[in-house]
């Protein structure tokens, strides 16, 4: 019973959530579909691990692998896109969106939200399992069994809001979010080999059955890692279509040192309004038809002026207080 | 300069497309070398793990440079084939002398008479090299008519 509670926290995160959108369409604001299909999904991914027919035959070590990446990888990517503090932020009483924004500015938040944190949690939880003797003991051990499934769903949602997270929490600029997916990736490409030369984990069965686990576990991390990096270019180039789309209907480009004079492309980046609340997974291929076509010539902008304002890459955080570095409010 | 962009796109693409290439060319399939395996294995597969995330990392990255410098309307497409030649190139010359030669990581093949293996290994590389610049520069050129 006790290795059901992923799939319980993440059942109550999609009633709250699906009860939120409610709430929100009731009094007419609007909420991307794509976030409710990520939470859905999500769901969907830890309830196809832990349940029967895949989640009664986790002694075998392939098994144990792919309920790995469903729960620790690919449920908490989903769960991430899908915004769900955003959206208990608008739609919970003003009373719990205090005390949520309180705890969201706290400190043990803040550390807990950093990628070193989310790496050691999540890389270093990983190595541990595996190459200590603890994958033998969880599987004799019910409760111990449960807490590591338990630990690794959280530090894998740690690791997503970390890289790719749409909540205000604490962002990270995309040159931190690439540089924490490297050692997450190198980290996770390494542990397989690890336990593929020296016959871990014990406990794992024949060396078969081991062999094939580290592979699932080296190509699966290798497959969920690629998409991971995909999602958070693509979000670097939705915001910066955003801001292209700005500077051209201001008529200056709003980022500083990126170029002397810059070719902008007539027709709006980002003008189409199904964009401003697209869900995370709508963006790829969207502004394909912004390059400029037709008999429209390009708008050539003058010299760039420093703006003071927009020194910042970074869009200003809603959450505000726990962010490092330059904020404007 | 207009097109930095397109230049940044090719160098980490082409960084992405050798490590790439090297990786299962000569990791996977043929088995010569790993990046570093002087050292225990243990090391030498740390830094394969790190080459294998890095590459697939600055591919993906150079791409995307590559569809912001077309959305930008800057994009020079000679320039951006000289960057990924020059990216390719910079790239397998640092690995055939700094990884090989200098700090001595790995060879490129064991058991065997090595300096004709690394003497075409860096002829490629600075072949590589100056096909991208030669592209570069008339890119550049024909960008400013």
Redesign the interface.
């Known amino acids: 019973m006790l290795e059901l509670v992923p799939l319980g926290v993440s059942a109550v995160v999609l009633v709250a959530y699906v009860a939120g959108v409610r709430r929100l369409r009731r009094r007419g604001d609007r909420w991307a579909a794509a976030r409710t299909r990520c939470v859905v999904a999500a769901t969907c991914c830890v309830a196809v691990a832990d349940l029967p027919p895949v989640g009664n035959h986790d002694d075998v070590f392939a098994v144990h692998v792919a309920q790995h990446l469903l729960t620790a990888m690919v449920a908490p990517l989903l769960l991430a896109l899908s915004g769900p503090v955003t959206l208990a932020l608008r739609a919970a009483p003003t009373a719990v969106r205090k005390r949520l924004l309180r705890l969201l500015r706290s400190r043990p938040v803040g550390v807990l939200a950093s990628p070193a944190a989310a790496v050691v949690l999540d890389v270093g939880g990983l190595y541990v399992v595996y190459l200590t003797g603890l994958y033998r003991a969880m599987e004799s051990h019910e409760v111990l069994h449960a807490a590591v499934h338990l630990h690794m769903f959280l530090a894998g949602c740690l690791l997503a809001w970390v890289v790719v997270g749409i909540d205000p929490v604490r962002r990270h600029g995309t040159t931190v979010k690439l540089g924490t997916l490297v050692v997450v990736g190198a980290g996770h490409d390494t542990l397989p080999k690890l336990m593929y030369a020296h016959d871990l984990p014990v406990g794992a069965g024949t060396a078969l059955a081991r062999h094939v686990g580290a592979q699932l576990l080296y190509y699966g991390g290798t497959a969920v890692e690629l998409v991971v990096a995909v999602v958070v270019m693509a979000q670097w180039w939705r915001a910066t279509g955003r801001r292209l789309a700005h500077s051209a209907r201001r008529g200056t480009p709003t980022r500083r040192g990126v170029s002397k004079s810059r070719v902008l492309p007539r027709v709006g980046c980002t003008d189409d309004p199904s964009a401003a609340i697209g869900g995370p997974a709508s963006f790829i291929g969207r502004r394909v038809r912004s390059r400029p076509s037709g008999p429209g010539r390009p708008l050539r902008v003058g010299v760039v002026v420093a703006d003071p304002v927009s020194s910042t890459r970074r869009r200003p955080r809603r959450g505000g207080g726990t962010a490092t570095g330059p904020t404007r409010h | ?2 097109s ?1 962009r397109t230049v940044w796109s090719g160098v980490l693409s082409g960084i992405g497309l050798a490590a790439f290439v090297d990786e299962t060319v000569f990791h996977q399939l043929l088995h010569w070398h790993h990046f570093y395996d002087r050292s225990t ?2 090391v030498g ?2 830094s ?3 080459f ?3 590459g ?2 600055s591919i ?2 150079g791409l ?1 440079l590559r ?2 410098a ?5 994009f020079v497409p000679r320039r951006w084939w000289g960057a990924v030649l020059v990216g390719a190139g910079a790239f397998q010359l640092y690995d055939g002398l700094v990884q090989h030669k200098l700090f001595r990581l790995h060879q490129i093949r064991y058991h065997v008479t090595i300096w004709p293996y690394d003497v075409t290994w860096d002829v490629l590389a600075v072949v590589l090299v100056v096909v991208g610049a030669v592209l570069l520069a008339t890119g550049r050129a024909r960008s400013r008519q």
């Open positions: 300069m207009p930095s294995l243990t597969l740390v394969d793990g790190l294998h995330a890095g697939f990392v993906v990255v995307f569809a912001d077309m959305r930008r309307g800057g």
